[in-house]
């Protein structure tokens, strides 16, 4: 009998079902079993007969909000196997009004998404993650550290469709073998499947998972090779001319325009080793650094968003950092903000070239970076400075132990025709699925002088406990400047907290955690340790949102005077519903203000917004207000940045977005910087991309009139530039 398309489908998916039926007490014991397709797989949405002999994975369970509850929603996930390509199908049931369908950019999956991970090397430490939403926005990432976590700037080259129906709707992938790294005599790697169902705010996961610990890589379930084993074929070289030209205002409506090329090479010439090279590289941001408010006695901290410097920074990273709750963070030994930096007055330093390597061997992971920066004249406060050509460098060997767990070394090094700088460090991380104990030790190169700093991390979540500890330590002599980010010579830190723990399964509340415990922190600036307790709470509701409150108080000493200090934190996140998400901070603190040189109150507020207004428009709004204290007691002075925006997807791969990040001071009232930026993007093929983007930053610094004279304070452009880049991919 023939049946219409769309009848076909149906058939085929409620038969694939009755075969998931049938085969749960395979999956119970976690293994799904990898075999070869019959007919060839056409990447569409639409589940071909071949499918039929797949192996499946049904038996989800919630992570949240009802803790190892049955879902609401079926999940059916299948996997097949070519020589050159693993294929997965994620059949996923809801009513179609349910199903959240917006469109995005590459790794800016939102709405309803499923995922597959894979760990390819067994070392339950790492993995790769594929995940593709119910409107076929495609994302990927790294899972580090036994999920504790991720680095979203890794990019593969695979492909994925997904299809709606009056059903649900169907997800499919297809990943080349060649695009990831992997241990081929393996005859097994571990996996889980992942659904993320924002109508009922459910995060479902094949494997079970602890409450208190969550995603775990260690607990993955096994995909076990039947009758065949990963292959590939071809040089596995990946090639990317990129073409540029940048029109930068000179000032008197004139522009100079400056054309510019390079070439992006990935080779892996084996699954063990990925080597990349930048000839001629354009390192520039595509969007300028937003503000900071800084009343410390350090300098700010800026991200890097050049991509050449964030793919495959992980490799770099000392062990231990925890992205999750943010508590332990090693000290940055690599901040790659130093190469190719900008200098005083706005120029920056050239860079030639770039090379980076890294792969591992059994259970060795090792990485090499290399750089060479020009010369480059600039004047600084009226004298003329010259920033020598230098060369940088970094070797990083880590090796893992006893499971889960890894210890490994880093160095850093610049070298000019004059000088040696850099840093040398020992770190590592003991782990289990609950407990993560880490540490460093590092000493500074600074030609034949030197000194030592150290990092401490140990936290410890159990069912109904939580104790995390971290403490740091830095030489007045540790100085690596032009290779880290360590502003901080001659301070001891030492910060304890430990507290009750409950996990709810019914009711509104899902989790409520007091924690409380001492701080101590020594700055050979002032020859003094502050002192103080902290007292902390944290709740988070079923309905997928929280808050936090933090309190502290102590004993410090900044600038020869001593005083007690005290500071209220408040933070909270809403993401109640599917359309729309919020998040609010905000305090007040007794400090010193090194910036106004006095001691006084200090007090800061914000919050964001982001608003689905369509599938395929995003409007949004981040607001900044920081009120400055006297000594007698009074406003000094407010600061306000706000940066609203609007993001416009008309297609997947197709972004329009404009921003505004503007500054306004109430004691000038008036706004002090304003920049205004545009940004099209356009991913037009696996890691081929246009990019177009005008910024245009207006400030009221010192401007001066054709004779020199001083012109009152006026906003005035200091930079614009226009930049059109264009990225092509060639695999080979």
Not at 113 to 129: C, E, G, K, P
Not at 685 to 695: Q, T
């Amino acid at each position: 009998m023939d049946y219409p398309t769309g009848m076909k489908n149906r058939i085929l998916i409620a038969t694939l079902l009755l075969c998931s039926a049938l085969a749960v007490g395979a999956n119970r014991d976690k293994v799904v079993y990898l075999k070869t397709p019959t007919d060839h797989i056409t990447v569409d949405g639409i589940a071909e007969p071949c499918w039929l002999q797949a192996d499946s994975a049904s038996q989800f369970c919630q992570l949240q909000p009802y803790y190892r509850q049955p879902p609401s929603r079926l999940t059916v996930a299948r996997v097949l196997s070519t020589p050159d390509a693993l294929y997965c199908l994620l059949t996923c049931y809801d009513e179609r009004r349910n199903v959240q369908t917006h469109t995005g950019m590459f790794d800016q999956s939102d709405g309803d998404v499923v995922s597959i991970m894979l760990d390819t090397f067994n070392d339950r430490q790492t993995a790769y993650r594929f995940a593709v939403s119910a409107a076929g926005v495609r994302s990927d990432a790294r899972l580090l550290d036994d999920a504790r976590n991720t680095d979203n700037t890794w990019d593969g080259i695979w492909f994925a469709a997904s299809k709606i129906y009056d059903w649900g709707f169907v997800v499919e992938m297809m990943i080349p073998y060649k695009s990831i790294r992997y241990n081929k005599e393996l005859p097994e790697w571990g996996v889980d499947f992942d659904r993320w169902i924002p109508s009922e705010k459910e995060d479902l996961y094949w494997c079970e998972y602890e409450q208190n610990e969550g995603l775990r890589i260690s607990k993955f379930g096994r995909m076990v090779f039947d009758g065949i084993r990963p292959g590939t074929s071809g040089l596995n070289l990946e090639v990317y001319p990129v073409a540029a030209a940048k029109a930068t205002y000179l000032g008197n409506d004139k522009y100079k325009v400056d054309p510019d090329g390079g070439v992006d090479i990935f080779y892996n010439p084996s699954k063990k080793l990925t080597f990349q090279l930048t000839a001629n590289p354009d390192f520039a941001q595509i969007e300028a650094d937003p503000f900071t408010f800084n009343i410390s006695r350090y300098e700010s901290y800026f991200d890097e968003r050049r991509p050449f410097f964030t793919e495959g920074n992980e490799v770099f990273m000392a062990s231990g950092r925890e992205r999750n709750s943010g508590f332990y963070k090693p000290l940055e030994l690599f901040y790659s903000r130093r190469i190719g930096k900008v200098l005083a007055g706005g120029s920056q330093v050239p860079l030639v070239l770039g090379t980076k390597a890294f792969g591992r061997i059994e259970e060795w992971e090792y990485g090499g970076f290399f750089a060479l920066t020009g010369e480059q004249d600039y004047e600084d406060e009226g004298g003329k400075i010259n920033e020598p050509r230098a060369s940088f460098a970094c070797a990083r060997i880590k090796r893992q132990v006893l499971d889960n767990s890894s210890v490994g070394m880093l160095f850093v090094g610049k070298q000019t025709k004059d000088d040696i700088k850099g840093v040398l460090d020992i770190d590592g991380a003991f782990r289990t699925s609950d407990f993560q104990l880490s540490y460093q030790l590092a000493r500074s190169i600074q030609n034949s002088k030197g000194d030592f700093a150290g990092s401490f991390g140990f936290k410890k979540f159990a069912p109904n406990w939580l104790t995390a500890i971290r403490t740091r330590a830095i030489g007045n002599e540790f100085d690596i400047a032009e290779v880290g980010f360590v502003p901080w010579q001659g301070m001891f830190e030492f910060t304890m907290l430990t507290g009750p723990v409950w996990f709810f399964n019914e009711g509104p509340v899902s989790q409520f955690l007091i924690y409380f415990g001492p701080s101590l922190a020594y700055e050979h600036p002032d020859l003094y340790t502050d002192y103080a307790g902290l007292v902390g709470v944290n709740m988070q509701f079923r309905s997928n949102w929280g808050y936090e409150i933090t309190a502290l108080l102590g004993k410090n000493k900044d600038a020869d005077r001593k005083y007690t200090g005290y500071e209220i934190d408040l933070s909270a996140w809403f993401n109640v519903s599917p359309s729309w998400s919020a998040n609010y901070w905000g305090g007040f603190a007794r400090t010193f203000n090194f910036s106004r040189d006095y001691l006084a109150f200090y007090a800061w507020s914000g919050f964001s917004v982001n608003w689905k207004a369509l599938d395929i428009l995003t409007l949004g709004t981040s607001y900044d207000m920081y009120v400055e204290g006297n000594p007698a007691g009074q406003i000094e002075d407010i600061t306000y940045n706000a940066r609203p925006s609007i993001s416009f997807t008309p297609w997947n791969d197709i972004n329009l977005r404009l921003y505004v990040d503007n500054v306004f001071v109430r004691s000038s009232n008036r706004m002090e910087r304003l920049i205004t930026g545009f940004l099209f993007s356009y991913n037009f093929l696996p890691k081929s991309w246009v990019y177009f983007a005008v910024n245009d930053i207006r400030d009221r610094s010192e401007e001066y009139d054709a004779a020199g004279g001083l012109l009152p304070g006026r906003m005035h452009v200091i930079d614009r530039a226009a930049v059109l880049k264009v990225k092509y991919l060639y695999y080979f």
